[in-house]
């Protein structure tokens, strides 16, 4: 259980919309765990910034919050304001904000063993009760599958008028054939796809640079083909990518020369170029 005790949504909602100044929401989805996702709205955030934009993410993986460790906010603590919750800023700027279930636990390995309506109540908490004040775009990182949290998910942002989802993959048959049932949730729920990201394309040799296709290639583009869908590029595997989110490191600042570099670029203007589409 988490330890901080909070006003009712209701009453927040009631009174303002914390979401009212969040111009841009994009979800980042996968019908299975472990492909990335949690890396791909950290870096897809450091993108943004680094093109002049403020943003937020709400991590809503509530079994597994990587991000606060991603971004070197792990040992931070959420405060309240008249508003609700106060995220957690991530560099001196404000220029990321962060909230996470990982911010409200007593101890960072406790298990969250909640069932359904409890989580989902904490769902439409972190919806409704964060004071993100003015965001360019709100990331909202989910946990894996199509299950209740997702449509808790999907429900209290509805109000709201999100961009759309992004959904990851990996290149193997059976990442892919797990994001295929993730694209009819969005197709179920009315949640517009901005999109299909490969992560794990190819591995890029710290040494050479050269990259070889260590889980095959090109799954997710075939899948976005046939699905009608823009495929927002592919982001090979790069030793050194893992090691800046183990140490809570800007990646994209310290190694701008690699084409794990180049690949989240590439979605990050795609993205800005969508937004601005949807202004």
């Known amino acids: 259980a988490y330890s901080r005790k909070c006003k009712s ?6 009174e303002r919309s914390n979401l009212a100044d969040v111009h841009h929401i994009v979800l980042v989805l996968s019908g299975k765990g472990g492909v990335g996702k949690s890396t791909i709205s950290t870096e897809l955030a450091l993108a943004l910034r680094h093109a002049g934009k403020k943003v937020g993410i709400l991590d809503v993986d509530l079994c597994g919050p990587s991000i606060p460790r991603m971004l070197n906010a792990q040992n931070k603590d959420v405060h309240q304001c008249d508003a609700g919750w106060v995220p957690v800023f991530v560099d001196q700027e404000k220029t990321i904000s962060l909230m996470s279930i990982g911010f409200l636990l007593e101890n960072s390995d406790d298990a969250v063993v909640w069932r359904g309506p409890k989580k989902n109540a904490l769902i439409k ?3 409704c009760d964060v004071a993100w004040g003015e965001l360019d775009f709100l990331i909202v990182d989910t946990p894996p599958g199509t299950s209740d949290e997702h449509i808790s998910v999907v429900e209290n942002l509805r109000q709201y008028n999100p961009d759309g989802a992004i959904l990851v993959t990996t ?14 949730f969005c197709k179920k729920t009315g949640l517009h796809i901005l999109g299909i990201i490969e992560n794990m394309s190819g591995f890029v040799c710290p040494h050479c640079t050269e990259c070889a296709n260590i889980f095959s290639k090109g799954g997710g583009e075939e899948l976005a083909k046939q699905a009608g869908v823009p495929f927002l590029g592919s982001v090979p595997l790069d030793p050194r990518l893992a090691q800046s989110l183990e140490e809570g490191k800007d990646f994209l600042s310290t190694f701008p020369q690699s084409a ?18 949807n202004v």
Request: aromatic content about 4%; cysteine-free.
């Open 171 to 184: 290149p193997q048959a059976v990442s892919v054939g797990d994001v295929r049932r993730e694209l009819t």
């Open 260 to 277: 794990a570099f180049e690949a989240i670029q590439h979605i990050a203007e795609q993205i800005l170029n969508n937004s601005a589409v």
């Open 9 to 14: 949504s209701m009453e927040v909602v009631e």
């Open 125 to 127: 908490q972190f919806v």
